[in-house]
C-alpha cells in the first residue's frame, strides 16, 4: 500500500515539474531574489488560470526584458490594449492568490 502511494505522489511531482510553464521558467530565471519555485509555480496556475498559452509565452518574455511590458502599455493598438487588460487581470489575480 505504501509503494502505491508513493508511486501516486511521484507521478504527480514529475508531471507538475515536467509541465512547468513559460511565466515558471520565466520566473525563476529572472534572478529576483524573491523568486522560488514555490512562488513561481503559484503565478504559473493563476497563468493557467487566466492567460491564454500565447498570452503566457507574450507575459514571460516581460521578466527578461521589462521594457517590452511598458512598450505594450504604451502602444495605441487595439491588440496590444486587449492583451494588457488580460495581463492586468492576471497580474491582481496572482497577487491575490499567491501572497504568502
Known amino acids: 500500500m505504501k509503494m502505491i502511494l508513493l508511486a501516486m505522489v511521484l507521478t504527480i511531482l514529475c508531471a507538475t515539474l515536467a509541465e512547468a510553464g513559460p511565466i515558471d521558467r520565466a520566473c525563476l530565471s529572472s534572478g529576483s531574489e524573491n523568486a522560488s519555485p514555490a512562488l513561481c509555480?503559484?503565478?504559473q496556475q493563476?497563468?493557467?488560470?487566466t492567460l491564454a498559452r500565447a498570452d503566457q509565452q507574450?507575459?514571460?518574455?516581460?521578466?527578461v526584458d521589462p521594457q517590452k511590458a511598458q512598450d505594450v502599455r504604451a502602444s495605441k493598438s487595439q491588440a496590444d490594449s486587449a492583451f494588457w487588460q488580460r495581463y492586468v487581470t492576471?497580474?491582481?489575480?496572482?497577487?491575490?492568490?499567491?501572497?504568502?
Not at 58 to 63: E, L, P, S, Y
Not at 90 to 100: I, K, L, V
Request: proline share 0%; net charge negative.
Open 90 to 100: 492576471f497580474g491582481s489575480a496572482a497577487e491575490q492568490y499567491c501572497q504568502g
Open 41 to 43: 509555480g503559484c503565478i
Open 58 to 63: 507574450r507575459a514571460a518574455g516581460f521578466f
Open 46 to 49: 493563476v497563468a493557467d488560470m
